[in-house]
């Protein structure tokens, strides 16, 4: 098995973990505020990641490493999980995936920009192309607008596509575990004492579904999906590998379906069908790559 090929597969294992992520949130944030589902996943997915670097006798970054660090923390520990977390208190998990499908479109053009990978006409064609996809379906299913809360889903996705490029850049020199423990612990001073205060005044007497929700998010999509995903992105590269984060959307609808009951009509598997049909065709289209900084 090619590096390439190893790294898709671990990026749609990946994918497969983050495509539960806002079912679970939204299970979570019906009954936790979801400030506190947004800072606490990554408080204790920190404490989480201290015992792992402990146990890893992990060298401390570089001077270059902790620039990058920085971005990966403001991305996916901060900025994705709390505006999720807030989207997820107006709408429905099944509409939020549908927004998030333009994730990997903004991932591929972070990584285009930032770190010079250069993606061939034919591949920016069969990512906007899945892009175009997924919003036309986000659009069918709103009756023809967004919702207001798509605002703070597309700022999310501007912020998780800005983490996963860096993540995934920097996973070729720390490798993906370390990368995302690293940043977490960076956090891990503010988000603390930001979360025990938030469970104090808003209160946390909830259900056992509600904490079932919470531990999926910080633990899998806050740590556990990220081992895979950064690896996938530093084999396979993140233009390319950021495109299975098209049929995330579709695992999200089933997952959603499965977990808290929103309704799978024929139209969704129509459109996920679609979707891996464009996958399947920018999968064959070339990418450059530039050697590591």
């Known amino acids: 098995m090619n590096q390439e090929i190893r790294g898709m597969w671990h990026g749609f294992i990946g994918v497969a973990i983050f495509s539960l992520t806002l079912p679970f949130t939204h299970m979570a944030v019906q009954e936790l505020n979801p400030l506190l589902v947004g800072f606490g996943r990554g408080a204790l997915a920190g ?7 402990w146990y890893l006798k992990a060298p401390l ?10 971005i990966i923390a403001a991305g996916v520990v901060v900025g994705f999980p709390v505006l999720s977390s807030i989207a997820m208190r107006s709408v429905p998990a099944s509409h939020g995936a549908i927004v998030l499908g ?3 479109l903004a991932t591929a053009l972070v990584g285009a920009l930032r770190f010079g990978e250069r993606p061939s006409r034919w591949f920016w064609a069969a990512a ?3 892009s175009a996809l997924v919003i036309g379906f986000a659009l069918h299913e709103g009756g023809g607008s967004f919702h207001p809360a798509d605002l703070a889903l ?5 912020f998780a596509a800005v983490g996963y490029a860096e993540g995934g850049r920097l996973a070729q020199s720390m490798g993906g575990p370390q990368a995302i423990a690293w940043a977490l612990l960076l956090c891990l001073p503010v988000l603390l004492p930001l979360s025990l205060w938030l469970g104090w005044r808003t209160g946390v007497d909830v259900s056992p579904r509600a904490w079932f929700g919470f531990l999926y998010v910080s633990l899998f999509s806050m740590l556990i999906g990220f081992f895979f995903w950064y690896k996938g992105l530093a084999l396979g ?6 495109q299975i984060q098209l049929l995330q959307p579709f695992l999200t609808l089933l997952g959603a379906a499965l977990l808290i009951g929103d309704r799978l009509r024929l139209s969704n598997l129509l459109f996920a069908a679609a979707v891996i049909a464009v996958v399947g065709l920018g999968r064959q289209a070339g990418v450059s790559r530039s050697a590591i900084d």
């Open 237 to 242: 590269g993140i233009a390319r590998v950021a």
């Open 61 to 70: 970054p570089t001077r270059a490493q902790w620039g990058p660090l920085v």
């Open 102 to 104: 333009t994730l990997p």
């Open 47 to 53: 404490l989480v990641a201290l015992g792992l670097l």
């Open 128 to 130: 906007v192309a899945g």
């Open 154 to 158: 597309f700022v999310a996705v501007a």
